[in-house]
């Protein structure tokens, strides 16, 4: 430090600044932070703090613990989610900070949080490797230059440390606002579908749990049954433990899939939403139902661009005041996601789809896709008008062409080499002889995806009875935003007038 001091008021620096070096201005003009003790870091300067408040007033008082929070879990149509919503609205104007998500929504948000971090993170390490090169090419000891590499490594393991931790703390609370009160996270349909699921489940949700957070969540599985494929077993044991110490788990064990009673219950007296088969006469009522809805809200029927999430965009053929028409082919043929159809659900409150076709083995994807679809706008309380090739509980029974789920029409590839095992969804085969671990056959028959199919079936029915078709008005998104507009424009006019 002091050769590094007499450099500085050598030479070096004198003709440093006679060049110009337009980075060493910036560097010498950005905002100092605060409360930095000269010659040492912003971390080492912060512990210090903390050390003389500890010796001064004591330590810092903990919060108390947070009360248990509630993991549901059943069999479709059980009420998990219904459960769930009624604990959400109860908290409505008690709770300061609270958040619902569907998985997939919450999958977006941490990828769309992650990149932007990743990015300021990139941004800020340029910087400081610049600074980093121009100190190593100057005549400091080698001792200094350790120094600067070491403390340069240290920055980037903390950043990459902390890059879920900092997701976290903004998956609930707005930092800008007030931070204080409780905060409570409800998370549909948890899954475990892939190693980054894992990874950022475990160190988002771990975090909010020891911030104090209280958890409520849905699933169709116990949390030690959510990873049966054993992928990133460390982590996921982390995560199931921390689950066990700040919720306790209650099972729905009802076989009853309710959504089916209701529809049993309450038949939609003249509103045919499902039109089925793709027979001309089928068709017909699909088209003149389409003109009737479109002629109740007004307006001309157009082509328009939607906004997705990471600054895509979708393209809607035809729409018209909320309402929007797609084949089955364009919203579930094509590489898209649950990003673009939360985009359908926000922005439309009644969807026409045409098209749809019995799902087998060949269009999986396709199914796979559907399903998503489904989920969202049924979470965004859409209307869904439907133009099928069968019922409901046909959809997914498979075609001539075989079962959606056929063990028999997997075919697995032992390799003795690496002990690796491919597999081939697409193609028809048999079971080889050698066999396959459980976990893997466990995953390869489809089991989390016969749920999500068997899911897909129960929220098809619900969304055809009254009393969901009630509650669009209320619960989408589209008449929300009319409602707080009107509100905004009530408070503005009454204003002047409360204030005289």
């Not at 110009?20 to 905002?31: A, T, Y």
């Not at 204080?180 to 489940?201: M, N, P, R, W, Y």
């Not at 082919?329 to 409150?349: K, M, S, T």
């Not at 749809?356 to 209307?383: G, Q």
Request: net charge neutral; hydrophobic share 35%.
């Amino acid at each position: 430090m002091e050769e590094a001091e007499s450099q500085q008021k050598d030479d070096v620096w004198k003709s440093v600044t006679n060049q110009g070096n337009k980075f060493v201005q910036r560097w010498l003009s950005r905002k100092k932070p605060e409360n930095v003790e000269p010659g040492v870091g912003k971390w080492v300067s912060y512990l210090n703090r903390e050390r003389k408040l500890d010796s001064v007033v004591g330590r810092r008082p903990t919060a108390p613990p947070a009360p248990k929070g509630l993991y549901i879990y059943g069999n479709v149509g059980s009420g998990k989610t219904m459960l769930m919503d009624m604990f959400y609205s109860a908290t409505e104007g008690i709770v300061k900070h609270r958040k619902r998500y569907h998985f997939h929504e919450a999958m977006l948000k941490i990828n769309e949080q992650m990149h932007q971090i990743w990015k300021n993170q990139v941004e800020e390490k340029s910087l400081h490797s610049s600074l980093s090169n121009w100190v190593m090419n100057l005549p400091f000891d080698s001792r200094v230059k350790e120094w600067v590499a070491a403390e340069e490594r240290y920055k980037q393991e903390v950043q990459m440390k902390n890059i879920l931790p900092a997701v976290a703390d903004k998956f609930i609370i707005d930092w800008q606002a007030d931070q204080k009160g409780g905060s409570i996270l409800c998370f549909d349909e948890i899954q475990t579908v892939d190693v980054f699921a894992i990874v950022a489940l475990s160190g988002i949700v771990s975090r909010l749990l020891s911030n104090g957070t209280v958890l409520v969540a849905t699933s169709n599985r116990a949390p030690k049954d959510l990873n049966q494929d054993g992928m990133q077993r460390e982590i996921f044991q982390k995560f199931v433990n921390k689950m066990g110490e700040h919720c306790e788990n209650v099972l729905i064990g009802s076989e009853i899939d309710y959504r089916r009673v209701i529809a049993q219950s309450q038949r939609s007296m003249g509103q045919v939403h499902y039109f089925w088969p793709s027979d001309s006469i089928a068709l017909e009522k699909f088209e003149k139902k389409w003109h009737e809805v479109t002629n109740q809200v007004g307006g001309q029927i157009t082509s328009s661009t939607i906004r997705v999430m990471f600054g895509r965009t979708l393209e809607v053929p035809e729409s018209s005041n909320g309402v929007a028409r797609f084949t089955f082919e364009y919203l579930c043929g094509r590489p898209l996601g649950a990003a673009d159809y939360i985009a359908v659900a926000e922005n439309y409150h009644t969807v026409f789809i045409s098209g749809i076709p019995m799902m087998s083995m060949r269009i999986r994807d396709k199914a796979r896709r559907f399903i998503t679809l489904v989920d969202e706008l049924y979470n965004h309380h859409c209307r869904l008008f439907c133009s099928a090739a069968s019922s409901i509980d046909e959809l997914f029974q498979g075609t001539e062409e075989g079962a959606l789920f056929d063990l028999e029409s997997f075919q697995f590839e032992t390799e003795t080499e690496g002990s690796k095992l491919r597999r081939n969804v697409l193609a028809e085969g048999s079971v080889s002889s050698g066999g396959a671990p459980t976990g893997i056959v466990s995953m390869l028959s489809g089991q989390e995806e016969m749920f999500a199919f068997r899911r897909a079936v129960s929220r098809l029915i619900e969304m055809q009875t009254p009393v969901y078709l009630e509650g669009v008005h209320s619960l989408h998104p589209h008449f929300q935003r009319q409602r707080r507009e009107f509100e905004n424009i009530y408070t503005g006019n009454i204003q002047p007038q409360l204030s005289f």
